[in-house]
């Protein structure tokens, strides 16, 4: 008989994800900072750039469900669901700061989420070395991301650099995880790829 576990499950997450607020077991990174005196210039920049990083969780969401679902070693799948939870620990984060500042996230989270999915799914299907290599050079690309923004806060906004600094930590270290279990190095025109769908996502999150 047909097992559909797999899918309810990936179908739930998927509502999960879009539609509920996100929780997270650690504490918000920088919650016990005082709030620091940001122009309405500033404000609207700090907005803009987590809600990328919102949209990019998003999407991380989704890739790491659409890998597990295909991926064939238990141990990938297992490591594939402990990131996708790490990353909803980063969702939660990312939503509460962006409340704080009177902010939104990114009206096309449901269009970033299906098209992550699809490509996650379709990562796994082409096997768990290249499935691990594809969420090492992820990683590293929203670690790239992250420094970009880190240096874009304004330096007296300890809060939001708080969030983001633990999350680039989560990031490398999920990377190295994904090497470690025998990941596979991409090819050079697939990261090529990925940067600009990466970018597309980007400058349009920022604002919409």
């Given amino acids: 008989m047909l097992n559909l576990d797999p899918l309810l499950i990936t179908l739930d997450n998927a509502l999960r994800t879009l539609f509920a607020p996100a929780h997270s077991a650690r504490e918000i990174p920088g919650a016990h900072l005082p709030e620091a005196p940001l122009s309405e210039d500033e404000r609207r920049q700090v907005v803009g750039l987590l809600r990328v990083d919102h949209a990019g969780e998003i999407c991380a969401q989704a890739l790491y469900?659409?890998?597990?679902?295909?991926?064939?070693?238990?141990?990938?799948?297992?490591?594939?669901?402990?990131?996708?939870?790490?990353?909803?620990?980063?969702?939660?984060?990312?939503?509460?700061?962006?409340?704080?500042?009177?902010?939104?996230?990114?009206?096309?989270?449901?269009?970033?989420?299906?098209?992550?999915?699809?490509?996650?799914?379709?990562?796994?299907?082409?096997?768990?070395?290249?499935?691990?290599?594809?969420?090492?050079?992820?990683?590293?690309?929203?670690?790239?991301?992250?420094?970009?923004?880190?240096?874009?806060?304004?330096?007296?906004?300890?809060?939001?650099?708080?969030?983001?600094?633990?999350?680039k930590i989560d990031e490398a270290r999920h990377a190295a995880t994904a090497l470690h279990h025998g990941g596979a190095e991409l090819p050079l025109p697939v990261r090529l790829a990925m940067r600009l769908t990466s970018k597309v996502m980007t400058s349009t999150a920022y604002w919409v």
């Fill in 65 to 167: 469900q659409g890998q597990a679902l295909t991926a064939r070693n238990p141990q990938v799948q297992a490591e594939l669901r402990k990131a996708a939870q790490e990353e909803t620990e980063h969702l939660a984060w990312t939503e509460a700061r962006l409340a704080e500042l009177g902010g939104r996230t990114s009206l096309l989270n449901p269009a970033w989420y299906a098209g992550s999915f699809a490509i996650g799914a379709l990562a796994g299907l082409l096997g768990d070395r290249w499935n691990l290599g594809f969420l090492a050079e992820t990683e590293r690309q929203v670690e790239g991301h992250l420094d970009k923004h880190l240096d874009r806060l304004p330096k007296q906004d300890k809060k939001s650099q708080a969030i983001l600094l633990q999350m």
